[in-house]
């Protein structure tokens, strides 16, 4: 359903550009022009702060329609995004600590995500990164993030490092810097097989400052419930889940005018929309993306709501991402199958998506963490096993 934030003429113009910008490894400059004129880079800012005050959940299905126009473009908006709704969770249950990150949204900044380092499976637990003391609470941060999607764009860049210098022990620094504040390196380095839109480079932070009011936690290492991790927790599965999710609609829609006009000899030029066995693995693909979608509504709203999971918060939010992104590369897979050779070609959208939708499977919770997560659940930790002699 069209909207006023992402009304269908502007999707259709996006989508127009994606396989070009795909082809040249660009950036997605004219869409992001045209996303933050038309509100779009405000959606979840609070209507009291100047935005269209979506809510999670509304802000999933908008998330599906992009990605389903531009895969790239939609993922690296996303990152933008993630760090509005985690703003706006954490000033739901009463702390203004973020506010800031809603009024420079909704004045026209544009939020990118400094999170991942190589190698660093802790996520948002542990970092490499240093972030150094000032002495007046502001932090210095030193450290290398990869695949730091919007590079060619974002003005604020929300990162944490591990701050060693005080007697309490190790603790993570969550700040924003601003990319005109020196101490920045962005790297020209993104020529990924996927999602090549998106400009996802390296980013070296050699000192990037954020005063005071620009830190807004200063916690131990490890699991936790903070509003401000759960935000980035919730805020990051479920809109990435939406996006992987719209990839894979789009793919089926692709594939559903495919087998309409392709023709079989064999069968006396009937369209292969006529085909049992095609027909079987479309609908096998629409019925396993159907199944998505209720659970990700659901999962949203009940962030809204502050629905109290208990300790299956985190594994159910990881789960929402992970069973989004594999249904997606399954269902685009499926869709390539129906669609014969010609999906094969680089010219083809088809093959595009495919290209697009493995980039889930890289980003966390991944595989292993979900698997690890609910394991643990269930079963409790691995026991010592024989158990130690006393
Ligand atoms: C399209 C796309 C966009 C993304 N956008 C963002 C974003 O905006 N912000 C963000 O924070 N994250 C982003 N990510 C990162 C993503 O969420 C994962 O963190 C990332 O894919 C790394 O996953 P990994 O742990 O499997 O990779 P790793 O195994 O950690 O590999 C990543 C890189 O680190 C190197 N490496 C691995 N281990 C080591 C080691 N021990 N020492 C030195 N180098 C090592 C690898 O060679 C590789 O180059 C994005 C990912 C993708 C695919």
Not at 62 to 72: F, I
Not at 131 to 160: C, E, M, N, Q
Not at 326 to 333: F, Q, S
Not at 350 to 358: E, G, M
């Amino acid at each position: 359903m069209a909207t006023d934030l992402l009304p269908d003429d502007l999707l259709d113009r996006i989508r127009s550009r994606a396989a070009d910008y795909d082809r040249a490894n660009a950036f997605f400059t004219e869409d992001l022009a045209e996303l933050a004129e038309s509100g779009y880079l405000r959606a979840m800012v609070p209507t009291e702060l100047g935005g269209a005050g979506l809510t999670l959940e509304q802000m999933t299905r908008e998330q599906m329609r992009l990605a389903g126009a531009a895969p790239a473009t939609a993922l690296a908006v996303n990152m933008h995004h993630v760090w509005v709704s985690v703003a706006r969770t954490v000033r739901a249950r009463g702390d203004g600590s973020c506010d800031f990150i809603l009024e420079e949204a909704a004045a026209g900044e544009v939020f990118a995500f400094g999170v991942s380092e190589a190698g660093n499976d802790l996520v948002l637990f542990g970092s490499g990164s240093d972030a150094v003391p000032d002495g007046a609470g502001g932090y210095s941060f030193h450290g290398t993030k990869i695949f730091t999607s919007l590079s060619p764009a974002w003005t604020r860049l929300g990162t944490f490092g591990t701050d060693s210098s005080g007697d309490d022990g190790p603790h993570n620094v969550w700040g924003f810097v601003p990319r005109d504040g020196g101490g920045v390196e962005v790297r020209d380095d993104w020529d990924a097989m996927g999602m090549r839109a998106s400009q996802s480079c390296t980013t070296v932070l050699t000192g990037a400052h954020a005063p005071a009011e620009r830190i807004v936690r200063r916690i131990p290492p490890g699991p936790t419930m903070d509003p401000f991790i759960f935000g980035i927790f919730a805020s990051f599965e479920i809109l990435l889940a939406s996006v992987y999710t719209g990839i894979a609609q789009r793919a089926i829609d692709v594939a559903v005018r495919t087998v309409r006009t392709r023709r079989s000899r064999a069968n006396d030029g009937a369209p292969y929309a006529n085909d049992p066995a095609i027909r079987w693995r479309l609908a096998d693909a629409a019925i396993q993306l159907d199944g998505v979608y209720p659970q990700i509504a659901q999962i949203a709203r009940d962030v809204d709501d502050q629905v109290d999971r208990g300790p299956l918060w985190l594994p159910q939010l990881s789960a929402v991402k992970v069973r989004a992104t594999e249904v997606a590369k399954d269902v685009v897979e499926k869709a390539v199958r129906v669609s014969g050779g010609s999906s094969y070609v680089n010219r083809a959208e088809l093959s595009r998506l495919y290209r697009d939708v493995l980039a889930g499977i890289f980003h966390p919770s991944d595989d292993e963490s979900v698997h690890g997560a609910w394991a643990n659940a269930m079963l409790g930790p691995v026991v010592d096993w024989p158990p130690a002699e006393d």
